[in-house]
């Protein structure tokens, strides 16, 4: 039996996702730029594929820019931000839990003399909003919160910060990264006070290199690309049809069934928390509450290092992540989310995440249990030795 519950790194296309991206390379193939029939049919694609992103978030299809995926909106958002409005101000506040993605380029930021306020979180996580309200000053020109952190699923608490800049700076912007939100939970930028939405297409059943930053209408942000003024100039090169068109396909599929799918997902997540709690020596790092994500379960192992769970488990058909999957070329180093929750040594070094999609099944997690049981005391004697 195979057990794929590695979803936060990645998720299969589904067949009408694939089918709509093999159309549109192999049939309908045109450069929306050229002006005659097949440029058209493919000018087709990217506006029905941006009206049906915008209509899930309440929003104008003139908001939505598409892109390579979250790490390209992530960076556009903070870096074009940053340099539309830094004679208003330098200071830009993040949490110091966030993905690369974000945190390089605030990194890069402070580089060129911005200075950055970086939330602590607590044990679970989750910033405190007292924090946020005294960081924000004149000065700010940007915070930004990601939704759901894609390594222990804590939900932040993005629509009472979003309620809480606007009223002590209206003028800062808020970015949100929902890479690991969207498509799973509702969000509507109007009423939460977001200027900036970053969304990837691969987290949730559509195509790799695909995804889409939400711009305010009245948001000042200075592109990233330039070239042949795709997009109203602002995020230039070749449309990505393929990637737009299964992306909006995805959208559609995962809005359509999504309170059914969230409500399966917590169910599973339940079952493996149950399941894990009745294990020697693990420790849970994700919640049973509305203030965690259904499809996200963080847990640490004591006394197995978690590179060699994660190949134990390989062995067996199991795939899951021992953090970020977008660090794992890197040497490997504890957690920066799981460090700024305080966590010991010994769970830094034994902590796996186990995500699910609407393709998970009650046997995928059974499964798994029943080989922690099998493995864990064996591979603890072996580490003892």
Not at 27 to 44: C, F, I, M, Q, T
Request: with cysteine; hydrophobic share 40%.
């Amino acid at each position: 039996m195979e057990a794929y519950l590695d979803n936060s790194a990645t998720t299969r296309v589904t067949e009408s996702v694939r089918d709509v991206v093999v159309r549109t390379m192999t049939e309908d193939y045109g450069n929306p730029s050229s002006k005659h029939k097949k440029g058209v049919e493919a000018e087709h694609y990217m506006k029905d594929a941006r009206e049906k992103i915008a209509k899930t978030l309440k929003v104008s299809e003139k908001e939505i820019f598409f892109t390579s995926g979250g790490t390209e909106s992530d960076n556009w958002a903070i870096l074009g931000a940053a340099a539309a409005n830094k004679r208003r101000g330098m200071h830009l506040i993040t949490t110091a839990v966030e993905h690369a993605a974000v945190l390089m380029p605030m990194h890069a930021l402070e580089e060129q003399g911005f200075r950055v306020t970086y939330l602590p979180v607590d044990s679970r996580g989750r910033i405190r909003l007292s924090d946020l309200e005294n960081a924000l000053c004149e000065e700010t020109i940007l915070v930004s919160i990601m939704f759901v952190n894609n390594e222990v699923g804590t939900i932040e608490p993005v629509a009472e910060a979003g309620r809480l800049i606007k009223q002590k700076n209206p003028a800062a912007l808020f970015h949100v990264d929902a890479v690991q939100a969207y498509g799973k939970y509702p969000i509507y930028p109007k009423r939460m006070g977001i200027d900036l939405l970053s969304v990837s297409g691969h987290k949730l059943h559509g195509p790799k290199g695909s995804g889409f930053l939400y711009v305010g209408e009245k948001v000042k942000l200075q592109p990233l690309i330039l070239g042949g003024g795709q997009q109203k100039g602002m995020r230039s090169g070749t449309d990505n049809v393929p990637g737009a068109a299964g992306l909006a396909q995805a959208v559609t599929d995962a809005f359509a069934t999504m309170e059914q799918d969230h409500e399966r997902m917590l169910f599973l997540k339940n079952r493996l928390m149950k399941g894990l709690s009745e294990l020697q020596d693990v420790i849970l790092h994700s919640e049973e509450s509305e203030n965690s994500a259904a499809h996200i379960v963080s847990a640490s192992f004591v006394g197995v290092r978690s590179e060699v769970l994660l190949h134990a488990l390989e062995d067996r058909g199991i795939y899951v992540s021992a953090g970020s999957a977008c660090s794992s070329n890197k040497k490997q180093t504890a957690s920066t989310v799981l460090r700024e929750m305080h966590l010991p040594p010994s769970q830094l070094e034994s902590t796996l995440r186990f995500s699910f999609s609407r393709f998970t099944t009650e046997e995928e997690i059974d499964y798994t249990l029943e080989a922690l049981r099998e493995l864990l005391p064996m591979l603890r004697r072996f580490q003892r030795h």
